[in-house]
């Protein structure tokens, strides 16, 4: 039974961290060494082809650097140095053609680099070793976990600098593999390392500090699922859920204070908190990280606090307030139409004349281009501006007027007609619409074969 629940558990973990692999290589990059090493094979084959066909005719070589060139060879190269750089380039070429076999028994030989006390000691090299070797053991087919586990050790004490972020990606790697009492075992381990006193590692440390408390926030995920899912509730689960609770919230609680992007921390932070209805401090929570000027401006800090807002029925004018600012950031998305409709359930005019505003804002982008919700919306808004105001007319033209150049070309050409009619209702929202937003433009917006139909006031259509 214990069996079965561990399995469980690692497979909810794995499946969990490959979600959260995306955040973790945006946070702390640990593989833009390799997408720099692509870079620079690019500029190296190009400089090699330009040569004698490009410089030939004349032509300036571009001055946009791609990235570092790979060592070349130097008047004070010793043969123990030409032999590294060979084998360098060799390990770049099998990798690049996806010969992982080849690249790993070049590998082999590349770490004696580290013997060199002159250049092998550069934290350069260690990085550069760390890279390759986990590369080529994820892509080779008969790479173990024991082999992971030799790299990650030999190169965590290789160099101290590298010590705590090495820790954290073999970390990720044990949870992914189900490994999980190992994991936490490294994160002890990288909990009371130290070595000097630093920017990098005062940072390094507090991102350890947040994935280890996201493990405990994984694990507490479990019990909670396994604790609704048991017909005689089990106050053993609920103290262990607990436990987790408390461990995670010491952490994240301090982590997110911190200026920084901590989407899913502050998820999972916020999500345990409203389990145990401790509903001012997530909303607490969600609000310092929305508006606190000292973060970066992130969408997604308000896009969660409109989602926590909307989950505890907050008022109308509240939730239109924190969409505003999201439009600031992000005109173009999808919870603009909710914007816009809580704009129309307004009594003030001038909120139906921002809705009008709101919605040509996303039909700017072309990702809109052919959403029948956008355009239904923005028929709506114009419905109700001719309801309330007499110079409903006027104010679509003003707000129109910086459009007029390249609104046209952008939704109301015949091929724009020709893809849309497998649409009949969105070519006839478009159509109705093509008048009043462009009175002074010859368009060719119409069904083949057929008349176009011109809406009028009150929604009447005339032929």
Request: hydrophobic content about 35%; glycine content about 4%.
């Amino acid at each position: 039974m214990a069996s079965d629940q561990h399995k469980h558990t690692a497979s909810f973990i794995n499946h969990y961290l490959r979600n959260l692999c995306v955040f973790y290589l945006y946070t702390y990059p640990i593989c833009r060494w390799h997408i720099r090493l692509t870079k620079q094979v690019k500029v190296i084959h190009y400089t090699d082809c330009c040569t004698d066909d490009i410089c030939a005719k004349g032509q300036k070589k571009p001055r946009l650097s791609l990235g570092n060139p790979m060592p070349s060879e130097t008047s004070r190269e010793t043969g123990f140095h030409r032999s590294t750089r060979v084998c360098l380039e060799h390990i770049r070429e099998a990798m690049l053609h996806h010969r992982w076999q080849e690249a790993a028994e070049y590998m082999a030989f590349y770490p004696q680099m580290l013997e060199d006390l002159d250049e092998g000691s550069t934290p350069k090299y260690k990085e550069i070793i760390w890279r390759l070797s986990t590369e080529i053991l994820h892509h080779h087919p008969n790479s173990t976990l024991e082999d992971y586990n030799n790299i990650y050790e030999r190169m965590k004490h290789a160099g101290v600098k590298h010590y705590l972020m090495i820790s954290l990606e073999h970390v990720f790697h044990l949870l992914l593999h189900g490994h999980i009492e190992d994991a936490k075992l490294q994160f002890s381990a990288c909990g009371s390392w130290r070595y000097g006193n630093n920017v990098a590692q005062y940072q390094a440390t507090k991102l350890i500090q947040a994935y280890r408390s996201l493990l405990d926030y994984v694990t507490w995920c479990d019990k909670k699922r396994t604790h609704s899912y048991t017909v005689d509730q089990d106050d053993s689960v609920s103290r262990e859920m607990s436990n987790y609770f408390r461990h995670a919230s010491a952490n994240l609680k301090e982590i997110v204070k911190y200026p920084g992007v901590w989407d899913p921390f502050i998820l999972s932070y916020v999500e345990m908190l409203e389990f145990y209805e401790d509903y001012d401090t997530a909303l607490k929570v969600l609000n310092d990280y929305a508006y606190d000027n000292s973060f970066p401006p992130n969408p997604n800090a308000h896009v969660y606090l409109y989602q926590y807002l909307k989950r505890r029925d907050a008022s109308r004018k509240r939730l239109a307030k924190v969409l505003k600012i999201l439009h600031a950031l992000v005109p173009s998305h999808e919870l603009m139409l909710e914007y816009s409709s809580l704009l129309l359930q307004s009594e003030k005019k001038t909120d139906v004349q921002k809705a009008l505003g709101i919605v040509l804002d996303m039909l700017d982008f072309a990702c809109w281009r052919n959403n029948l919700d956008a355009w239904k919306r923005l028929k709506a808004v114009i419905q109700q501006l001719q309801c309330t105001e007499e110079n409903w007319k006027t104010l679509v033209l003003d707000t129109m007027s910086g459009r007029k150049d390249w609104w046209p070309a952008l939704h109301f050409t015949s091929f724009h007609a020709s893809k849309d009619s497998v649409n009949p209702e969105l070519m006839e929202v478009k159509a109705s619409l093509k008048k009043v937003l462009c009175p002074d433009t010859l368009l060719k917006y119409t069904a083949e074969g057929g008349t176009s139909k011109e809406w009028t006031l009150g929604g009447k259509r005339k032929h």
